[in-house]
C-alpha cells in the first residue's frame, strides 16, 4: 500500500531552472495538496485541489503553478526557480466527496535546493 | 486564518521520562492531527483526534476542543521517540479543509 508517492526525493536546480514536482496517491482520495516546509517552521499551504478538475491558491502561491491531471495525480511546477524556493515540499491526500472531518495522509517529501 | 501554538519549543529528555506536548489553537477547530517527523524528514501520523482521547501504545492524545487546546503524552520515551511533533488544525466551516500547522515541539530523547 503505497499511499502517497513524490519523486524526485531530492533536487538540484540552478536559478532561473524549471522544474515540475510529482505526487500521486493510490487511495482515491478527492483532495490534494502542496505544502512546503522551511527550517524551524511546520508546513504551509501552497496550492490545493478540492476535487479533480478544480485548484486553489493556499497561503505561499507565488512562484508556483499546479496541475490536477486527474484523480491520481498533482503536480507542483517551479517555472524559474529562486533561492527563496529552497525547502521540502510535501504532498497530501485527504479522501474529502463532502467528508469534512477526515485526515490527510502525507508523502516522504522533496528535498529541493536551488543554487 | 487559525493560529495554532506549540509548547515547548524545545524539549530534553532523559530515556524513560514522561512527557507532555501542548498545542493551542486561537480559534475552534474540527479537524486536529498529530504528527512526528522523524530524523530523516518523514512526517508520520500518530493521531487524528477533533475531539476526545486516544492511545496508541505509549503514546496518547487527548483534545478538548471546547477550550481549543490538545495535548499529547509521551510515556516511557525512547531515543526513537526524538524529532519534531507537529499539531495541525482546520475547521472544516470555512478553510477549505486546509491544515495549519504550530511551528513543533523539537524532542531529544537522550539514551
Known amino acids: 500500500n503505497a499511499g502517497v508517492t513524490q519523486t524526485p526525493k531530492f533536487q538540484v536546480l540552478k536559478t532561473g531552472q524549471s522544474m515540475t514536482l510529482q505526487c500521486a496517491q493510490d487511495?482515491?482520495?478527492?483532495?490534494m495538496y502542496w505544502y512546503r516546509q522551511d527550517p524551524g517552521m511546520g508546513l504551509r499551504l501552497i496550492y490545493y485541489?478540492?476535487?479533480?478538475?478544480?485548484?486553489d491558491k493556499g497561503e505561499v502561491p507565488n512562484g508556483y503553478n499546479v496541475s490536477r491531471l486527474n484523480k491520481r495525480e498533482f503536480s507542483l511546477r517551479l517555472e524559474s526557480a529562486a533561492p527563496s524556493q529552497t525547502s521540502v515540499y510535501f504532498c497530501?491526500?485527504?479522501?474529502?466527496?463532502?467528508?469534512?472531518?477526515?485526515?490527510?495522509?502525507f508523502g516522504d517529501g522533496t528535498r529541493l535546493s536551488i543554487l | 486564518g487559525i493560529q495554532v501554538e506549540q509548547s515547548p519549543p524545545d524539549l530534553i529528555l532523559q530515556e524513560g521520562a514522561n512527557s507532555t506536548l501542548r498545542c493551542n489553537f486561537s480559534?475552534?477547530?474540527?479537524?486536529l492531527q498529530w504528527f512526528h517527523q522523524n530524523p530523516w524528514g518523514q512526517l508520520i501520523n500518530l493521531f487524528y483526534?477533533?475531539?476526545g482521547t486516544k492511545q496508541n501504545g505509549r503514546l496518547s492524545a487527548t483534545t478538548v476542543a471546547t477550550e481549543r487546546y490538545s495535548l499529547l503524552y509521551i510515556s516511557s520515551s525512547q531515543t526513537t521517540d526524538s524529532g519534531v511533533y507537529f499539531c495541525?488544525?482546520?475547521?472544516?466551516?470555512?478553510?477549505?479543509?486546509?491544515?495549519?500547522f504550530g511551528k513543533g515541539t523539537l524532542l531529544t530523547v537522550n539514551p
Open positions: 485541489s478540492a476535487s479533480e478538475g478544480t485548484t
Open positions: 497530501a491526500s485527504r479522501r474529502g466527496g463532502g467528508q469534512s472531518n477526515q485526515p490527510q495522509h
Open positions: 480559534d475552534s477547530v474540527n479537524n
Open positions: 487511495m482515491n482520495h478527492n483532495s
Open positions: 483526534i477533533p475531539s
Open positions: 495541525a488544525g482546520y475547521n472544516s466551516g470555512g478553510s477549505n479543509y486546509k491544515l495549519t
